[in-house]
């Protein structure tokens, strides 16, 4: 089983930037396993946010963070980042870092028990 932690968040204003961390115990994650964000904003659902394969090729993202936000992986450090700039009031949320196979964005969003949850970092921005 997967362990996940991560680190980073806090309040930044808007315009600003945060980097999230996420580091990956346990099991050694392998070529058919993906990482990936989510956040849960107050009163709202849990939604997508990036996701990267550990095999490599293009990042994932929802329309929201595009050109904004960027995931990127180290393999032998089981880490992986969410560069996360020209931040706006609406990324206040808590950031949830995940690890599943290639379809994480799919299995995650439906709660697979395959899914793998972080315990969340808090990111506020304020206008």
């Known amino acids: 089983q997967v362990r996940l932690a991560e680190s980073g968040g806090g309040s930044v204003q808007a315009g600003g930037s945060l980097r999230l961390s996420c580091a990956a115990s346990g099991r050694p994650l392998s070529r058919t396993d993906a990482m990936g964000w989510f956040r849960q904003a107050p009163g709202k659902e849990r939604e997508f946010v990036a996701a990267?394969?550990?095999?490599?090729?293009?990042?994932d993202y929802a329309d929201s963070v595009k050109g904004r936000f960027t995931i990127s992986r180290n393999n032998a450090e089981n880490t992986v980042w969410l560069q996360m700039n020209s931040l706006k009031p609406e990324d206040t949320a808590v950031y949830y870092c995940v690890a599943d196979g290639p379809d994480i964005r799919d299995t995650c969003t439906h709660f697979s028990i395959s899914c793998a949850w972080g315990q969340g970092t808090l990111v506020t921005v304020s206008s």
């Open positions: 990267i394969k550990w095999s490599g090729g293009n990042a």
